[in-house]
């Protein structure tokens, strides 16, 4: 099954409050840029649009996101919401039968190539390695309104899996996950400048 890539919305998940971690896992050291703009760029390069959904570190983040591309959804609830209701955000003005790519940004990037896979793969589906689920999940908007009254989660064993030779597609939550999958110390990047500008 064949999708029209300018008709995905990738609804990147940065609102949470990083506790774990220290500091916002968008800032991130991937490849000489903070991971955020990793997934930004990675998004950008295969013509979809792209939210971001701000929570905790949103004053941080904004100055990645001043570009064209990106439309900015700020969680003002993140203290008290779950993940799940970010993503509820994002989704919002989207019509039910519109494809989305929910990415949380404390992910590895994955290969342009794994996500050409994943959108030519009936949904929802999913990166996974090794059988066990990952993201980023690829889905249709009414699908994910009928599962988010719980965690998505719950719910993976409806995903189609699209095999990834990466075996970081989980959340990276503590300096030592960190650490131990990507050889780099967790310490926060210092950029002002949009991701569009990293180069």
Not at 86 to 96: A, E, H, K, R
Not at 177 to 188: N, R, S, V, Y
Request: charged share 15%; with cysteine; proline share 6%.
């Amino acid at each position: 099954m064949n999708h029209t890539i300018s008709h995905i919305t990738a609804i990147v998940l940065s609102a949470g409050g990083s506790s774990r971690m220290g500091f916002s896992k968008a800032l991130l050291p991937w490849n000489n840029r903070p991971l955020l703009c990793a997934h930004l760029n990675l998004y950008s390069s295969l013509d979809m649009n792209i939210r971001v959904v701000t929570g905790a570190h949103s004053k941080e983040i904004l100055p990645l996101l001043n570009q064209d591309n990106v439309e900015r959804i700020h969680n003002s609830s993140w203290r008290t919401q779950e993940q799940r209701h970010s993503i509820l955000l994002g989704l919002q003005g989207l019509n039910l039968q519109e494809l989305v790519l929910i990415a949380p940004v404390d992910t590895s990037v994955p290969d342009p190539g794994e996500i050409l896979k994943l959108i030519a793969t009936p949904t929802p589906a999913a990166l996974s390695y090794q059988g066990t689920t990952g993201h980023p999940i690829f889905s249709r908007v009414d699908w994910l309104l009928r599962r988010l009254n719980k965690p998505l989660c719950e719910a993976k064993s409806e995903f189609t899996q699209v095999e990834s030779t990466n075996k970081a597609l989980w959340n990276f939550n503590t300096p030592q996950k960190w650490l131990e999958h990507t050889g780099i110390k967790a310490t926060p990047m210092q950029y002002s400048k949009n991701c569009t500008k990293q180069h």
